[in-house]
């Protein structure tokens, strides 16, 4: 899956989590320091790129470190001596053009290598690293068990048949083979970084986080590696960081078309429209037609509110690929915005069809029918989307809608609630989910709903006040159970959100207490004491940058803050590889 997509599926919620979310723009599109402003293109080589490998880890084969582990794989008797055998001469010439991308003529090689010496473990290996160039995945996997069965301490064919792994799609097995290259080689940095990446793949985020930024420790000019970390951030909607990942990467690979594309995606959600449109157009110069990158474009057009642009692109897409349903789904979008109701359903529907679990889809299609009237139908398409994804604010928000012009209240507040506490977003920014000349009936309905909103807000500080109590006697148990209903009926409550993550924190739940300091400092972001917690617990997890990021971002709202001072020493001792620093104050 190219990693473009990666972010688009994966950051469906985060684009409501960044409190960024115009109306349909959650699930989209699918690696030397930046400059002074991250936005200009200036220094990177506009020159022609040269030839792309044809795969993605093959720049780094013959990289010393690759070459150190390789020697471990060396089989017995082949010793170097003071003149090379003949199947060290064949081996060296299917490496020479394995770099060069003549994988074919590499393979015959690597092939003539082993017959001279059936024992040649690192011909087994690069031959198979040939075999996963050509996708021929079960070829490759028999060569690196050959390889590893002739040498097992070899990390670095364990590190290959990992990444053949992930391309198969068995990601468990892809992170076992590189758990066990790590433990081979513990200076593996780009075992950790594709390690970091399957993690993501895999929804574990913080475990992802901190081998990617290990991976950064170990080799500060990984490209890859900020790529990767920039669609870490991306997930959760840190999009600033996430441009800031991707400027790197692009500083260290300039021609690299997917990265252009994600930073592209990461501009659009800051709203930089003309750098995330510049970044499309240089990826469809160094990929003339790829119908990734039209989307890409089309999607900033949509977000732009140019829809007969977004139309041309997506049309230019589906030409190529017709059963893109994300482009589908896509140009349904547009037609919407351009009134075109029957068009948009025809696309939907066949988007649906394709991709079943496309919540989006299912979303986009119920509001196109509320929009026709067909209101039986708006309500079963809203449910698809919630049980494809139960966390997708934008399909409550709309079901919300329906049942207030309804008149079941009860509902309304119940699928409105559930939507707030998704995004916390203030009630201006629910209001431009959906049609913009539709906007001033929304924002009727949503200052109605936040009315209802505010009068349980009394009853919400009750449960919060007897949370607190509890808290204090240490019922922790209880008192979460407090919070939890004073948020339910109060979503908008940021000293509960920091009160329950104090609780899940003394129970040991470093990832609840997390989400929930986050959900305080979205809130209100200039609460200190939750930027200290969260920097806390994120020293604790290991994720050693961001626990630095809270702990600068006190020391911007209050430079005379002691303990933030004395907490980024000491994780700037640790980042450092100092010995035993002291642990940071929450």
């Given at each position: 899956m190219p990693r473009f997509f990666f972010i688009l599926i994966a950051g469906l919620l985060s684009a409501w989590l960044a409190g960024d979310a115009a109306w349909g723009q959650g699930l989209r599109n699918r690696q030397r320091p930046p400059k002074d402003d991250p936005t200009e293109a200036a220094g990177e080589d506009e020159s022609p790129p040269p030839e792309k490998p044809r795969f993605?880890?093959?720049?780094?084969?013959?990289?010393?470190?690759?070459?150190?582990?390789?020697?471990?794989?060396k089989p017995a008797g082949s010793?170097?001596?003071?003149?090379?055998?003949?199947?060290d001469k064949a081996y060296a010439l299917g490496v020479e053009a394995l770099d060069k991308g003549n994988v074919d003529v590499a393979v015959e090689n690597f092939n003539r290598a082993i017959e001279l010496n059936a024992d040649y473990a690192p011909a087994y290996c690069d031959r198979g690293i040939a075999y996963t160039s050509k996708g021929d995945f079960d070829k490759a996997l028999g060569d690196l068990d050959r390889a590893i069965r002739l040498v097992p301490e070899g990390g670095r064919s364990y590190f290959f048949r990992g990444f053949t792994y992930y391309l198969k799609g068995e990601l468990d097995k892809a992170v076992a083979d590189y758990d066990t290259a790590i433990k081979l080689h513990p200076d593996y940095a780009e075992a950790?970084?594709?390690?970091?990446?399957v993690k993501l793949l895999q929804g574990d985020r913080a475990a992802a986080m901190n081998d990617l930024n290990f991976a950064l420790r170990l080799d500060p000019q990984d490209a890859a590696a900020y790529s990767s970390r920039g669609t870490a951030f991306s997930q959760v909607g840190q999009w600033d960081r996430a441009v800031a990942d991707f400027n790197r990467a692009l500083k260290l690979e300039p021609h690299d078309p997917e990265c252009l594309c994600d930073r592209s995606f990461a501009r659009a959600m800051l709203k930089d429209y003309a750098g995330a449109l510049a970044d499309a157009d240089r990826a469809l110069k160094l990929a003339p037609g790829e119908p990734t990158y039209l989307f890409a474009r089309g999607y900033v057009y949509l977000r732009q509110g140019a829809p007969d642009k977004a139309l041309a692109d997506f049309d230019a897409a589906l030409k190529k690929e017709p059963e893109y349903a994300e482009a589908l789904r896509e140009r349904g979008h547009a037609w919407i915005f351009r009134g075109e109701y029957d068009k948009a359903l025809a696309d939907l529907d066949q988007?649906?069809?394709?991709?079943?679990?496309?919540?989006?889809?299912?979303?986009?299609?119920?509001?196109?029918?509320?929009?026709?009237?067909?209101?039986?139908k708006a309500r079963a398409d809203y449910g698809q989307a919630i049980k494809s994804d139960p966390m997708f604010a934008e399909a409550y928000f709309h079901r919300a809608l329906l049942f207030l012009e309804q008149n079941d209240l009860p509902r309304a507040l119940e699928d409105y609630r559930t939507a707030v506490q998704i995004t916390l977003?203030?009630?201006e920014e629910l209001t431009v989910w959906g049609k913009p000349d539709d906007r001033e009936k929304r924002t009727r309905a949503v200052a109605r709903l936040e009315g209802f909103l505010e009068q349980a807000k009394e009853q919400a500080q009750v449960h919060s006040q007897h949370g607190i109590e509890l808290h204090k006697q240490g019922e922790l148990d209880q008192a979460v159970a407090e919070y939890d209903q004073a948020l339910k009926l109060y979503p908008r409550y940021s000293e509960v959100y920091y009160?329950?993550?104090?609780a899940h924190r003394q129970q040991g739940n470093l990832d609840r207490a997390l989400m929930d300091y986050t959900q305080a400092i979205r809130l209100d972001p200039k609460y200190v004491p939750a930027y200290a917690n969260r920097g806390y617990a994120y020293y604790k997890r290991g994720n050693l940058e961001q626990a630095l990021a809270d702990f600068e971002k006190i020391l911007e709202l209050d430079p005379t803050n002691a303990d933030a001072k004395k907490s980024k020493e000491i994780i700037q001792s640790a980042l450092r590889g100092d010995e035993t620093p002291p642990e940071p104050k929450p």
């Amino acid at each position: 899956m190219p990693r473009f997509f990666f972010i688009l599926i994966a950051g469906l919620l985060s684009a409501w989590l960044a409190g960024d979310a115009a109306w349909g723009q959650g699930l989209r599109n699918r690696q030397r320091p930046p400059k002074d402003d991250p936005t200009e293109a200036a220094g990177e080589d506009e020159s022609p790129p040269p030839e792309k490998p044809r795969f993605r880890l093959r720049d780094m084969l013959r990289r010393p470190d690759s070459q150190q582990k390789q020697e471990a794989e060396k089989p017995a008797g082949s010793e170097k001596t003071e003149e090379e055998t003949p199947a060290d001469k064949a081996y060296a010439l299917g490496v020479e053009a394995l770099d060069k991308g003549n994988v074919d003529v590499a393979v015959e090689n690597f092939n003539r290598a082993i017959e001279l010496n059936a024992d040649y473990a690192p011909a087994y290996c690069d031959r198979g690293i040939a075999y996963t160039s050509k996708g021929d995945f079960d070829k490759a996997l028999g060569d690196l068990d050959r390889a590893i069965r002739l040498v097992p301490e070899g990390g670095r064919s364990y590190f290959f048949r990992g990444f053949t792994y992930y391309l198969k799609g068995e990601l468990d097995k892809a992170v076992a083979d590189y758990d066990t290259a790590i433990k081979l080689h513990p200076d593996y940095a780009e075992a950790y970084r594709d390690r970091g990446f399957v993690k993501l793949l895999q929804g574990d985020r913080a475990a992802a986080m901190n081998d990617l930024n290990f991976a950064l420790r170990l080799d500060p000019q990984d490209a890859a590696a900020y790529s990767s970390r920039g669609t870490a951030f991306s997930q959760v909607g840190q999009w600033d960081r996430a441009v800031a990942d991707f400027n790197r990467a692009l500083k260290l690979e300039p021609h690299d078309p997917e990265c252009l594309c994600d930073r592209s995606f990461a501009r659009a959600m800051l709203k930089d429209y003309a750098g995330a449109l510049a970044d499309a157009d240089r990826a469809l110069k160094l990929a003339p037609g790829e119908p990734t990158y039209l989307f890409a474009r089309g999607y900033v057009y949509l977000r732009q509110g140019a829809p007969d642009k977004a139309l041309a692109d997506f049309d230019a897409a589906l030409k190529k690929e017709p059963e893109y349903a994300e482009a589908l789904r896509e140009r349904g979008h547009a037609w919407i915005f351009r009134g075109e109701y029957d068009k948009a359903l025809a696309d939907l529907d066949q988007a649906a069809q394709l991709s079943p679990d496309d919540q989006e889809a299912w979303m986009l299609r119920g509001y196109t029918h509320a929009l026709k009237g067909e209101n039986d139908k708006a309500r079963a398409d809203y449910g698809q989307a919630i049980k494809s994804d139960p966390m997708f604010a934008e399909a409550y928000f709309h079901r919300a809608l329906l049942f207030l012009e309804q008149n079941d209240l009860p509902r309304a507040l119940e699928d409105y609630r559930t939507a707030v506490q998704i995004t916390l977003s203030p009630p201006e920014e629910l209001t431009v989910w959906g049609k913009p000349d539709d906007r001033e009936k929304r924002t009727r309905a949503v200052a109605r709903l936040e009315g209802f909103l505010e009068q349980a807000k009394e009853q919400a500080q009750v449960h919060s006040q007897h949370g607190i109590e509890l808290h204090k006697q240490g019922e922790l148990d209880q008192a979460v159970a407090e919070y939890d209903q004073a948020l339910k009926l109060y979503p908008r409550y940021s000293e509960v959100y920091y009160n329950r993550g104090l609780a899940h924190r003394q129970q040991g739940n470093l990832d609840r207490a997390l989400m929930d300091y986050t959900q305080a400092i979205r809130l209100d972001p200039k609460y200190v004491p939750a930027y200290a917690n969260r920097g806390y617990a994120y020293y604790k997890r290991g994720n050693l940058e961001q626990a630095l990021a809270d702990f600068e971002k006190i020391l911007e709202l209050d430079p005379t803050n002691a303990d933030a001072k004395k907490s980024k020493e000491i994780i700037q001792s640790a980042l450092r590889g100092d010995e035993t620093p002291p642990e940071p104050k929450p």
